[in-house]
């Protein structure tokens, strides 16, 4: 670890560390693979145009989210079974998140609970969700997460389906039972063929979710709502128009639809600050 001086050499050592298995689970995308490798390809194409002669002796990024400050506007996204990675899991997370005062939003998915990563460290996190079929199941996650301090809730909403990873396919990848909702659910599925995460998937969430569903979650908590997962236009305007407190433009790492556009080249399109 000391000698990595490139973020980008993460992905070697990780390759090099975690069972095939796992690794291909973090890194993969869906399909052709094709959005994941624009997703890289659309910030090289992005080049700077520096302007010289300034005075950079003091350098403050820092900015705020949802009255939150941050240091710089870099925040940790949700990230699914952070133990198949590392034994101490998401709380591990939190602390980096509180050591470069930034915020965490800690996955539906997590391995460790709601109430473990809260106790870790005082980072300020926000939940994301998703909406199982059982909605007791995610209104208990929510009433929990509100109880442990976490500040927000942020509703992925490009899952209607899981993506199609070829590679978890292969695999037969099995997401080992998830701690949140043990004697609630059984999120751990091994079907004889295919992927274990697919399974669950499809067996857990709610295709059904739609806009009016803000209402239903604005109707069981207090906390922000931000939805993430946007990446046109129409939709941005839907969730101002759904009161939700904020978006994230996202194309979930190209885990799921393919041949959708990197997020990069959408954010133009979806600035808020030029909705009229
Ligand atoms: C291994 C892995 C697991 C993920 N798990 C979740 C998840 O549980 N919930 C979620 O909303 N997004 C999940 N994502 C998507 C990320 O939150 C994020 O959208 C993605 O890494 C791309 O970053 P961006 O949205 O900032 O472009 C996952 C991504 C990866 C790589
Ligand atoms: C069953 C959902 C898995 C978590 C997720 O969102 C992802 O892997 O991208």
Redesign the pocket.
């Known amino acids: 670890m000391d000698q990595i001086v490139n973020v980008n050499e993460f992905q070697e050592l990780a390759k090099r560390a975690l069972p095939k298995m796992y690794y291909d689970?973090?890194s993969g995308g869906a399909e052709d693979q094709h959005t994941l490798k624009e997703?890289v390809e659309a910030f090289r194409r992005i080049m700077f145009r520096p302007r010289v002669l300034v005075d950079v002796s003091k350098i403050d990024m820092s900015t705020r989210i949802l009255g939150y400050p941050i240091s710089a506007p870099i925040m940790i996204?949700?990230?699914?079974n952070h133990m198949l990675a590392h034994p101490e899991g998401e709380t591990a997370t939190a602390k980096a998140a509180a050591a470069c005062n930034t915020i965490m939003i800690v996955?539906?998915?997590a391995s460790c609970t709601i109430e473990e990563v809260a106790s870790s460290c005082n980072a300020v996190r926000f939940l994301?969700i998703y909406v199982y079929k059982r909605r007791d199941v995610t209104a208990q996650m929510v009433k929990r997460a509100e109880k442990a301090g976490f500040k927000a809730i942020v509703l992925?909403v490009d899952v209607p389906k899981l993506g199609r990873r070829e590679a978890d396919i292969k695999n037969k990848m099995i997401s080992p039972q998830l701690k949140n909702f043990e004697g609630l659910f059984e999120t751990e599925v091994r079907p004889s063929e295919g992927s274990g995460v697919e399974a669950f998937a499809s067996r857990a969430f709610d295709a059904s979710l739609n806009w009016k569903d803000i209402e239903w979650l604005r109707s069981i908590t207090k906390l922000p709502i931000l939805v993430?997962g946007i990446l046109t236009r129409e939709d941005a305007l839907k969730a101002v128009e759904a009161g939700v407190e904020g978006l994230?433009v996202?194309?979930?790492?190209a885990?799921q639809l393919d041949y959708t556009p990197a997020?990069i080249t959408v954010l133009e399109e979806v600035n808020l600050s030029k909705l009229a």
């Open positions: 689970f973090y997703n996204a949700p990230t699914a996955s539906y998915m994301q992925t993430k994230v996202s194309n979930h790492g885990r997020t």
